[in-house]
């Protein structure tokens, strides 16, 4: 069942120890209750790629402002806290970022994940929408590919760091696809400079497109993006059980590639990080201009396409997930096509006869020309 419990109960997750801080202000402002399909769902259509993936199993980290721990939709596999201040999410960030990516299938709920199957590990780096401490972030994203993660979201930008660059290298060492947020134009100061650590070689660097395909204005194209993903006007979970119909940023893209990221991992569990993110750029719509890197990402491409530089032509796909059918039923043979049948037997037959006139044709014509092509005498 896709809205399954991951888990029986959330695991602390193994991250080096810092000084206790001061409880942060834990109060963020609540959400609607309302909650309808945005266009990212219409768009992207989850729901749709489920029946080949779920992204069952396929550890996600979520390195941000932590994650709301009571929100009907969010089931967290394990959580950690760097900050020192308590699990909970104080601003709102991470449990956008958290349901994007995987938020379970609730009936009657018009909102749900890219990848419900895949296990969700939330590590608090800041309560800042600013980004936090950049050693946080690099403890996190160690922390994070030590404890197996096969998918580390950072919808953070920083400036270029050795520390920084040197733990995105290590996690990607362990198989672990880093997905990052191209960044927003900073506005205040009119100068815009590439985010890091969407801009190291490797990553999966998201900017973000509207509701009409087009690149973001707030979209940063100093960044060397590979894909777009939606990230203005988008609706996710919110802290208070609740929702926001109103988040803009490219770190709202980045969640949207990194379920995707989760669904083709499971889907093809023998391809390693740097495939997945090949696969997942190859299969974008395309684009061209500053910014756009290969557009916009095509999830159902990137879960079906054949594609000619993989190994052997053809990934080992993974079984389908149990979800895909109902409890306790078998999968039907599938009905014979009669029309197939009847077009088969049609081309056969003509292929046939095409076969006889030939050799008809390879005896009469020799025959004919000895002759002068006049009748034979009777005799």
């Given at each position: ?5 991951l888990?029986a ?78 699990y909970?999410d ?26 419900p ?36 979201n ?73 894909v ?43 391809l ?63 009905p ?34 000895r ?9």
């Open positions: 069942m896709i809205g399954r419990v888990v109960s959330v695991l602390a997750l193994q991250v080096p120890l810092v000084p206790a801080a001061a409880q942060a202000d834990c109060s963020p402002e609540r959400g609607t209750m309302q909650v309808g399909a945005s266009w990212a769902q219409q768009r992207l259509d989850p729901r749709r790629l489920w029946s080949l993936s779920t992204g069952a199993g396929v550890p996600v980290a979520i390195i941000d402002s932590g994650v709301e721990l009571n929100h009907p939709q969010i089931r967290l596999a394990g959580k950690a806290d760097l900050t020192g201040t308590g909970q104080c601003i709102g960030h991470g449990t956008a970022v958290a349901g994007i990516i995987g938020a379970q299938y609730t009936q009657g709920v018009m909102f749900y994940g890219m990848a199957g895949a296990r969700l590990l939330s590590y608090k780096q800041t309560n800042s929408e600013r980004g936090g401490d950049p050693k946080l972030l690099v403890a996190a994203i160690k922390a994070a590919a030590d404890q197996g993660a096969k998918v580390i950072v919808s953070i930008s920083t400036t270029d760091q050795p520390a920084l660059k040197a733990a995105v290298e290590y996690a990607m060492a362990k198989d672990a696809l880093v997905v990052a947020a191209a960044g927003n134009v900073q506005k205040d100061d009119g100068t815009t400079v590439p985010a890091y650590p969407a801009s190291y070689e490797g990553v999966l660097a998201v900017g973000a497109a509207g509701p009409n395909g087009a690149l973001s204005d707030f979209s940063n194209s100093k960044t060397p993006v590979s777009l993903a939606p990230g203005q006007d988008v609706t996710s979970t919110w802290p208070g059980r609740s929702y926001n119909r109103d988040l803009d940023g490219t770190s709202y893209g980045t969640p949207f590639v990194s379920g995707l990221a989760a669904l083709v991992r499971a889907r093809f569990p023998d390693d990080q740097s495939q997945v993110r090949q696969r997942i750029i190859a299969t974008a719509d395309g684009a061209s201009g500053a910014g756009k890197g290969d557009g916009m990402i095509n999830p159902m491409l990137a879960l079906s396409a054949v594609l000619p530089f993989e190994p052997n032509n053809a990934p080992v796909v993974a079984p389908p997930p149990p979800s895909a059918l109902p409890p306790g039923t078998v999968a039907k043979v599938a014979v096509d009669r029309n197939a049948v009847r077009l088969a037997l049609i081309i056969a037959g003509s292929a046939l006869g095409l076969a006889l006139l030939v050799t008809v044709a390879r005896i009469m014509v020799p025959m004919g020309r002759r002068g092509w006049r009748p034979g005498r009777a005799e």
